[in-house]
């Protein structure tokens, strides 16, 4: 059984097939995909971002999202989220058969204005359309702000604009809010202070976090996120990641980083080497590195832990897993 639990527990939702695709060159198959997903939710990852509403000509490898939900069960689906950014993006999505919808837009304008083509105040004018079709589905509808703490154009973020717009009335009807340090260049006091006064200056709503480790902090700041209220956090496998409208920021906290920080109930060393295969043959594919640390340690040598693998149960199980160490592929940059 797995020890040394953190507490509070929050839940992770793996990002991979969404934010951790946006920079890849390669468009994974919508079968490899929905592999993917359900691997995933067979290894025990509670919550799961599918992909994306965003236009294919401008982020090509999320052009089969459509066609992943359509593949996936009902009960499947009760796991799965999908990004979109309008009441139409939630129309048709609920169309194909998704129920969870993550509304994103951004804290500051100009991000608001490269990322997805209008302002902040547009985004959130159209925000009461989009809950209503939600609603019409039974769905469920999150309010993910964006560049919560830094803007590539603008700088800064100060709280009060987060604060101001988690309480706008528009907003009424969100299950949750999403606080996004898309840059990754949120220090772990700064990511406390404003989670909890979402925490107790906003609606009652479930609060997400959503960090990139730009700068080396991404399981800091995911800790101290939950321990100011944050319930359910995002990560990626390998910490891949990127959106292609936000210079300077790099991947997502890595899924195997925070579980292995957070150690959820149902993580058992035999769960963490089969989900680190999977980042592994994942990452072959899109000829990506590896930026989880905890995946690098699982292939240390330190064979006394119980959390390493060995070199022949990994073999047993992925022949090609073990090739992927230590790549020294590019890195890519961005995030929401």
């Not at 058969?97 to 083509?117: E, L, P, T, V």
């Not at 528009?170 to 006064?197: F, K, N």
């Not at 089969?274 to 043959?281: D, K, P, Y």
């Amino acid at each position: 059984m797995s020890t040394f639990t953190f507490t509070p527990t929050a839940e992770l939702r793996d990002v991979t097939l969404r934010d951790g695709l946006q920079l890849t060159g390669k468009l994974l198959s919508t079968e490899r995909k929905v592999q993917t997903v359900r691997e995933l939710l067979r290894l025990g990852v509670p919550a799961i971002e599918l992909g994306s509403m965003a236009r294919p000509d401008l982020v090509p490898t999320m052009a089969n999202t459509l066609e992943v939900v359509q593949a996936l069960t009902p009960q499947e689906l009760e796991k799965c989220w999908i990004w979109v950014a309008t009441p139409g993006h939630v129309a048709k999505a609920a169309a194909a058969g998704a129920r969870n919808f993550q509304y994103c837009f951004s804290a500051s304008d100009s991000h608001n204005r490269a990322n997805i083509g209008r302002s902040t105040e547009d985004s959130l004018a159209a925000l009461p359309q989009a809950v209503e079709y939600a609603r019409d589905v039974n769905g469920q509808i999150q309010l993910c702000i964006a560049t919560s703490f830094t803007c590539p154009f603008e700088g800064r973020v100060p709280e009060e604009r987060v604060i101001t717009i988690a309480n706008d009335p528009r907003a009424e009807g969100t299950t949750d809010i999403v606080i996004c340090d898309t840059l990754g260049q949120a220090v772990p006091a700064q990511v406390s202070s404003l989670v909890g006064r979402v925490r107790d200056e906003t609606p009652s709503r479930r609060i997400v976090y959503h960090g990139h480790d730009t700068w080396g902090l991404g399981v800091a700041n995911t800790l101290s996120a939950i321990q100011a209220g944050a319930t359910l956090v995002d990560g990626a496998l390998g910490g891949l990641g990127g959106c292609p409208f936000a210079p300077g920021a790099s991947g997502n906290t890595s899924s195997e980083d925070i579980l292995f920080a957070t150690r959820p109930s149902w993580l058992e060393p035999d769960t963490f080497a089969q989900l680190v295969e999977l980042s592994e043959q994942l990452l072959v594919e899109l000829a990506e590195p590896n930026r989880s640390k905890a995946a690098q340690g699982a292939r240390s040598k330190a064979k006394a832990f119980e959390w390493v693998i060995s070199p022949e149960a990994g073999k047993d199980r992925h022949p090609a897993a073990a090739a992927v160490v230590g790549s020294a592929t590019p890195a890519t940059e961005g995030d929401h």
